[in-house]
């Protein structure tokens, strides 16, 4: 199992790319695809949080400046960018400002300490952002999006209680308990994985027939997301210039790695069509914009 764990984590964004692809030519049977992404999310994330450490740590260590990078990365920033693209295009900045106000990604800490980032910070961030994005999401939503969409605000609200709070809930008791806590743990890559090439066959398979009328849409929405990724790690990078490398290296991973899941789940229920289909584009594009992010990293900067 440690050597299956290992080729995952190696070839976490190939993995990803072959569900996608995959998406293409399953056909799902007549069930409901929005419930089962919204399963596999909730299995990721209750997997992810046996990789935490619940100490008091936790919640003081960092706390300023974890909450000043969750103010200007995740409130900040997703407004801003959806005014300033409002101007050109509706759609795109209703993309950026759901893709931007995503949370950390469960795996943004294993991407931090393949990059010599710290870890720990990591994991702070994943927390932090993954509870406080239930009230943000929606209320910014409902707030900017009045005019360009209808959004049911509590039903997301309930989506985000309902794939981050329950599991969270659910899995203090079972934590408790050694074994199971250690092989979670221990398998905690390809519980994610096999969470995600669900989600991703899933949502793939539910859009092909639009990813299939328009591929040259398709090839934009790479160009454009993988572009835009690579703008979040910089300037998360970037985001806090007095702290040291490792920790800018945990705060630019933060902040480029998003929620894949989520993302694609509250695009699935809320924003369907073109808005799904650049969310698993998109999503695919922050694990391949990690490439040349990981010479940059290397750099005594």
Not at 174 to 183: D, G, L, S
Request: proline share 5%.
């Amino acid at each position: 199992m440690k050597q299956l764990n290992s080729f995952i984590n190696r070839y976490f964004g190939m993995i990803l790319l072959i569900s996608a692809i995959l998406g293409l030519f399953i056909p799902l049977p007549d069930i409901n695809t929005v419930n089962i992404i919204m399963i596999s999310l909730a299995l990721i994330i209750f997997s992810s949080f046996f990789r935490i450490e619940l100490n008091r740590d936790l919640f003081t260590k960092d706390i300023k400046p974890v909450s000043l990078f969750f103010f200007l990365r995740y409130l900040v920033m997703p407004v801003a960018a959806f005014y300033l693209l409002h101007m050109f295009s509706p759609f795109y900045a209703i993309a950026f400002l759901l893709l931007l106000l995503m949370p950390a990604a469960v795996s943004s800490p294993s991407f931090s300490a393949m990059f010599n980032g710290n870890v720990s910070l990591a994991l702070k961030i994943l927390v932090f952002t993954s509870f406080l994005s239930i009230f943000s999401i929606p209320f910014i939503c409902q707030i900017l999006l009045t005019q360009d969409v209808e959004t049911d605000s509590k039903h997301m609200f309930l989506t985000m209680v309902y794939t981050i709070v329950i599991p969270f809930i659910v899995h203090i008791p079972v934590r408790k308990i050694h074994k199971i806590r250690t092989a979670i743990s221990d398998n905690n890559p390809l519980i994610t994985a096999i969470g995600l090439i669900v989600i991703f066959i899933s949502a793939t398979s539910r859009n092909r027939d639009i990813i299939f009328e328009n591929p040259e849409k398709i090839l934009i929405y790479i160009i454009i997301s993988f572009i835009a990724f690579l703008v979040f790690y910089l300037i998360g990078y970037y985001l806090l210039p007095g702290r040291n490398k490792t920790d800018r290296i945990a705060f630019s991973v933060s902040s480029g790695a998003n929620n894949i899941g989520l993302g694609v789940t509250i695009t699935a229920l809320f924003f369907p069509g073109d808005t799904n289909v650049f969310f698993i584009v998109s999503q695919l594009a922050w694990i391949f914009a990690l490439i040349p992010m990981r010479y940059f990293y290397r750099r005594n900067i």
